[in-house]
């Protein structure tokens, strides 16, 4: 079993930056990819980023709405992913989840939901304008 849990959400005002943790713990050796969601009030959760290790490569991948503003980053000597995120937009406040998968995840894709096996109770993210 896996145990993930974020930290890190807040409120902040537009334009303004937070940084996301998703802290790993159990048998971390098995996952494979981890991915950050977020889920929007009346909105389907959305993929975000996602990180994937294999040997020396690490591959990441952004969704279109985030790429040049947000960044996925992990320390393995931790176990943690982090989720930094810069000039925010009121658009983006969402529950942001992260999950983690016992495949890699490689191409420019997120795994669909159901592919992930761990998933953490989520950290609120307000932005105001």
């Known amino acids: 079993q896996v145990q993930l849990v974020e930290s890190g959400g807040g409120s902040v005002q537009a334009g303004g930056s937070l940084r996301l943790s998703c802290a790993a713990s159990?048998?971390?050796?098995?996952?494979?990819?981890i991915t950050w969601f977020r889920r929007a009030p009346g909105k389907e959760r959305e993929g975000v980023a996602y990180?994937?290790?294999?040997?020396?490569?690490?591959?990441?991948y952004y969704a279109d709405s985030v790429k040049g503003r947000f960044t996925i980053t992990q320390d393995n000597a931790k176990n943690t992913v982090y989720l930094q995120m810069n000039s925010l937009r009121p658009e983006e406040t969402a529950m942001y989840y992260c999950a983690a998968a016992t495949i890699y995840c490689r191409g420019g894709y997120f795994l669909a939901m159901d592919e992930f096996n761990y998933w953490g109770q989520g950290t609120q993210v307000t932005v105001s304008s």
């Open positions: 990180i994937s290790s294999r040997g020396r490569t690490t591959y990441t």
């Open positions: 159990g048998y971390t050796y098995s996952t494979k990819c």
